[in-house]
């Protein structure tokens, strides 16, 4: 380390992939993996993330990571819950994430999430790799628990390789036809030209070490420099969700991705109305899991440095939207800072016209991937905005011209009681998915029929 404030963070790594394929048991294996390896202190549980630093991933990887091949810190996990789109993890200019775990369960292949997770991956050029996992579900396996995967695989009978090399090759195919060339890990050379598949099982922790091998050597080679950041800077971050937490009221779940947030800080939050200027009132953390009995669920902190997970409490924040950039003003001219929250809400803001559909979604960065969707294919739109669908939602939708364009499409998010009964009463469609192409599939489908 340097004396100047210059320092690598820790790349952030989204875990994605259709709902039970295995994104959290995944996480559970490696913190699981690093009691076994007698450092059960050194894993983090952040709001919504898990920090695993070098020190425990060269413990778990064994043979197979150097700690001396690297000076990255290590990596931060972000789950991502099946039902929540992936788009929420975003960040000024692309995707809040790094890298990303695609996590495909080996008897399932791709499913809708999956696909959807290719999209965003490939809209915001995210370099990603493949976890194959649930490789002890092949009838006949015989699990070697938390060894690496081609020694696993070499212990197995014939017939258990050649069926799991099967449905191996099933998903490098499913990768082909989606526009990604794949292979095993252990066959690729340049990560960024081909996706590295790894064979593994959250439940024996087979091939774990080569998935975190893998994300940790990726970041090294390809993502040393995008790590560089000014570490006690005024912070940078994004609202992941926007919630409730007893004794605090509102409290916004981010990720800091650059600098510091302290305590007491003001900062400046993207809202639904535009920014919102307030003062940290706490910033909390997760008890460690075997302090939990204790009556608070969280304790306070001074300061979080990116890259990193909190809960943030401070008072003003109902408005805040998911996805919504969070910037810390420290001895900065406040209204500087409110223009720069200002001209990044103006970057995601869709453009809507007098003619078109409604889009209700849950968090900035959905509304952002479906809007884009609609705009290539020119289906125009109204109103785009965060939140439940109200019965405002519904007077404004009536008013389209066009009886195609008289139509909500919701994205994961709650219809209110008197906006559905208002929808049917006007005769507004209303159109409700969590999956985003599969949203537009059911809107086009439904111009299809009116136009027939
Ligand atoms: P959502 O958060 O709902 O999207 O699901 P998820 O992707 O986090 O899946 P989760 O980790 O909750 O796992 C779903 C189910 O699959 C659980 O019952 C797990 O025990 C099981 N499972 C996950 N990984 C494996 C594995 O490698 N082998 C076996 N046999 N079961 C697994
Ligand atoms: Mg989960």
Do not use: C
């Not at 294919?377 to 364009?405: K, Q």
């Amino acid at each position: 380390t340097t004396e100047t404030d210059h320092s690598l963070r820790t790349p952030i790594v989204a875990v994605l992939g259709h709902v039970d394929h295995g994104k959290t048991s995944l996480l559970d294996r490696i913190r699981g993996s690093a009691v076994t390896a007698g450092e059960s202190g050194a894993i983090t549980q952040h709001i919504g993330a898990t920090a695993v630093p070098l020190s425990v991933i060269s413990e778990i990887a064994g043979e197979l990571v150097d700690p001396t091949d690297f000076d990255l810190p290590g990596l931060l996990f972000i789950d991502t819950p099946g039902h929540h789109s992936f788009s929420t993890l975003r960040s000024r200019g692309g995707a809040l994430a790094d890298i990303a775990i695609l996590v495909v369960d080996v008897n399932d292949g791709f499913q809708p999430q999956t696909l959807e997770a290719i999209d965003i991956l490939k809209r915001t050029q995210t370099p990603f790799i493949v976890a194959a996992n649930k490789i002890d579900t092949v009838p006949g396996w015989n699990p070697n628990e938390d060894q690496p995967v081609q020694a696993t695989m070499e212990a197995q009978s014939d017939r258990v390789t050649s069926d799991l090399n099967e449905k191996l090759y099933e998903i490098i195919g499913e990768l082909s036809d989606n526009g990604f060339s794949a292979d095993m890990y252990w066959r690729v050379q340049d990560f960024q030209a081909n996706i590295g598949v790894v064979p593994v099982s959250a439940e024996t922790g087979e091939g774990v070490p080569d998935l975190l091998t893998v994300m940790m050597g990726l970041s090294q080679r390809y993502m040393k420099e995008e790590m560089e950041i000014d570490a006690s800077g005024p912070g940078v971050g994004t609202v992941l969700e926007v919630k409730d937490t007893r004794g605090f009221g509102t409290t916004l779940d981010a990720i800091v991705y650059d600098g510091t947030i302290r305590a007491d800080d003001t900062i400046v939050v993207g809202g639904l109305h535009g920014p919102i200027v307030t003062d940290v009132r706490a910033l909390l953390r997760p008890r460690p899991l075997e302090e939990i009995r204790t009556e608070q669920e969280f304790e306070q902190v001074e300061e979080v440095a990116a890259a990193d997970g909190v809960k943030i409490a401070a008072p003003d924040l109902d408005d805040a939207m998911a996805g919504a950039p969070i910037r810390v003003v420290r001895d900065r001219d406040r209204d500087e800072v409110v223009a720069e929250v200002q001209e990044e809400l103006a970057e995601i803001a869709v453009t809507t016209e007098d003619e078109g559909v409604v889009v209700k979604a849950d968090t900035l960065g959905s509304l952002e991937a479906i809007s884009s969707t609609l705009e290539e294919e020119e289906i125009p739109i109204m109103r785009a905005e965060v939140g439940a669908v109200a019965p405002r939602d519904v007077r404004v939708a009536e008013t389209a011209g066009e009886p195609t364009h008289q139509a909500i499409l919701a994205f994961s998010v709650e219809v209110l009681d008197d906006a559905r009964d208002l929808a049917e009463q006007e005769d507004v469609k209303l159109f409700e998915d969590d999956v985003i192409y599969q949203l537009i599939e059911r809107y086009d489908d439904h111009v299809t029929e009116i136009e027939e």
